[in-house]
Nanobody
Framework: QVQLVESGGGLVQPGGSLRLSCAVS????????VGWHRQAPGKQRELVAA???????NYGDSAKGRFAISRDNTKNTVYLQMNSLKPEDTAVYYC?????????WGQGTQVTASS
């Protein structure tokens, strides 16, 4: 059974930083595409950053230059370092794992950038 558990969200002032973690169990983590998406109220879910393959990363336009995705295959964990956070980054952030045609999502973690 594949499970994804996110952590690290919270309230931060604009300009601040957070690091999200996603622990994956039940899958050979190192082989698959894994990443982060987010969904703000009233908006569609969008890509933030992802490993399309073990060595290839993709970033959404809003994340380029401010966010960095990384992974530790020994811990089956993927991270999202978010710097220079803006109010418009406020959203629920979801971890996603793609295994063939099956996609798996975590429960999400709330990130709020507000003064």
């Amino acid at each position: 059974q594949v499970q994804l558990v996110e952590s690290g969200g919270g309230l931060v002032q604009p300009g601040g930083s957070l690091r999200l973690s996603c622990a994956v169990s039940g899958a050979d983590f190192a082989r698959y595409a894994v990443g982060w998406h987010r969904q703000a109220p009233g908006k569609q879910r969008e890509l933030v950053a992802a490993f399309a393959s073990p060595l290839i990363t993709n970033y959404g336009d809003s994340a380029k230059g401010r966010f960095a995705i990384s992974r530790d295959n020994t811990k089956n964990t993927v991270y999202l370092q978010m710097n220079s956070l803006k109010p418009e980054d406020t959203a629920v952030y979801y971890c996603h794992l793609q295994i063939g045609s099956a996609g798996y999502w975590g429960q999400g973690t709330q990130v709020t950038a507000s003064s």
